[in-house]
């Protein structure tokens, strides 16, 4: 007697696997939705990217522009006290004229070293140096703790302190009350100026400014 396996021996004419054009659709769907989820991933990290950059360079502004109206702000100048000053320099690049002033003062801003013989006043200055490709200039602060006959004369010594690169232009100006001016020397003048506006430009493109008034 014959055995017969129906299973084996009737088929379902719509099984069948699935045909090379099939697979290639479906595989072009899959890339599809995965080039898709890639790029919202991309641009959700280029935002966060970007936002923590801006706040970052916020910050940095923030920054400088506290310290420097800090150090103007309190100022000191005493005619009869050799050591004190007060110079502000315009200064710009050949290229496009880009303003890098610089600024040097004695501010009542120092904090003392735990027994030290140091005074309230401090000699700070900030300024630009080139780079030497020439491509960036980074802000530099200068800060001379010491002042006196037997230390360096106004304008000379003191520890550089490299600040940032990001910094691509800075300009000041000092009001004498009536009328504004792009320089100050106390030497000449014989005296601080009322007030000074300060004004940052980052290498982003962002630009902050202010001014503040000195105490007299």
């Known amino acids: 007697m014959r055995s017969s396996n129906p299973k084996s021996e009737i088929r379902n004419p719509?099984?069948?696997?699935?045909?090379?054009?099939?697979?290639?659709?479906?595989?072009a769907i899959m890339s599809g939705i995965v080039t898709v989820i890639y790029t919202s991933f991309s641009t959700a990290s280029r935002n966060v990217e970007q936002a923590e950059t801006r706040r970052d360079q916020t910050d940095l502004a923030r920054t400088l522009v506290s310290k420097l109206a800090n150090d103007i702000t309190n100022a000191y100048y005493n005619p009869l006290m050799t050591e004190t000053i007060f110079y502000g320099k315009k200064s710009t690049t050949a290229?496009?004229?880009?303003?890098?002033?610089?600024?040097?003062?004695?501010?009542?801003?120092?904090?003392?070293?735990?027994?030290?013989?140091?005074?309230?006043?401090?000699?700070?200055?900030?300024?630009?140096?080139?780079?030497?490709?020439?491509?960036?200039?980074?802000?530099?602060?200068?800060?001379?703790?010491?002042?006196?006959?037997?230390?360096?004369?106004?304008?000379?010594?003191?520890?550089?302190?490299?600040?940032?690169?990001?910094?691509?232009?800075?300009r000041l100006r000092y009001s004498n009350g009536t009328t504004w001016a792009d320089e100050w020397d106390s030497r000449t003048l014989h005296g601080l100026p009322k007030a000074v506006e300060i004004a940052l430009e980052f290498t982003d493109g962002s630009f902050y400014s202010t001014w503040v008034e000195v105490w007299r």
């Open 14 to 27: 719509k099984s069948r696997g699935f045909t090379l054009l099939e697979v290639l659709i479906a595989v």
């Open 95 to 170: 290229q496009d004229e880009q303003r890098y002033d610089s600024i040097r003062l004695t501010t009542l801003t120092n904090w003392r070293r735990p027994d030290s013989k140091e005074s309230d006043l401090l000699e700070v200055g900030y300024r630009f140096d080139e780079q030497p490709d020439k491509s960036t200039r980074v802000m530099v602060r200068n800060e001379k703790r010491e002042l006196g006959n037997d230390n360096p004369p106004p304008l000379e010594g003191g520890i550089d302190y490299t600040i940032t690169d990001r910094v691509k232009g800075f």
